[in-house]
């Protein structure tokens, strides 16, 4: 789909509606602010129409309120999301000035953060994902920091794509390369699909 490199973070990002579909359910915010970047993958319940106008809804709010705190965020959608299917998403907010990353996951958007040097049978630290949908009923918000360093490489998936992709994940390729090569190897064909790869600069 797209690659890009700017304030700090070197984004892919590939996707794919499910057969049949002309809209897709799983969408994705790049949104920089004052000293950080948002980044967040959406995923509307179900899919085709109806799906991607709760990820598109859920999208405006993340974008319009990028610098909130991440718990902020999803409360922001769940509240304006309740005419709606609902979504699962998962959050990333890098700290630019400090070297931190806070991210949160409700539902069963997938979340990897590997980090720069790993070898290669190493997998890397899993976004703790809680149970819920967002715009129907939140879970307890306990969001996680961490700090990172250049060359640390995120990865967010939705559920249309299978798990076990870890150590697809490296630091000598392109954040576009890798996510297509996720996708390519791992999109399960039976619903919509979306990688996200962002590399820390």
């Not at 897709?24 to 993958?41: N, R």
């Not at 990028?66 to 959608?77: F, G, I, Q, W």
């Not at 299978?162 to 090569?181: V, Y």
Request: net charge negative; charged share 20%; glycine share 12%.
């Amino acid at each position: 789909m797209e690659g890009l490199i700017n304030s700090g973070i070197e984004l892919g990002v590939a996707g794919a509606a499910l057969t049949g579909q002309a809209a897709c359910g799983d969408k994705y915010v790049y949104e920089m602010f004052a000293g950080g970047v948002l980044l967040a993958l959406v995923d509307g319940i179900g899919h085709g129409p109806e799906a991607a106008a709760a990820a598109e809804a859920a999208c405006t709010i993340l974008k319009k309120h990028a610098s909130d705190p991440v718990t902020a965020l999803a409360e922001r959608c769940h509240n304006c999301l309740r005419e709606t299917r609902g979504v699962v998403m998962s959050l990333a907010a890098f700290d630019l000035e400090h070297n931190l990353l806070s991210w949160l996951g409700i539902g069963n958007v997938l979340g990897i953060l590997r980090r720069s040097g790993l070898p290669m049978d190493a997998t890397g630290e899993f976004l703790l994902l809680r149970a819920g949908v967002v715009g129907s009923h939140l879970p307890r918000l306990r969001p996680s920091t961490l700090r990172v360093v250049p060359g640390d490489t995120l990865v967010l998936a939705t559920d249309g794509v299978e798990g076990g992709f870890a150590a697809r994940i490296t630091s000598s390729e392109a954040p576009l390369r890798i996510a297509h090569a996720i996708l390519d190897g791992y999109n399960k064909k039976i619903d919509d699909a979306l990688v996200l790869v962002a590399r820390y600069q």
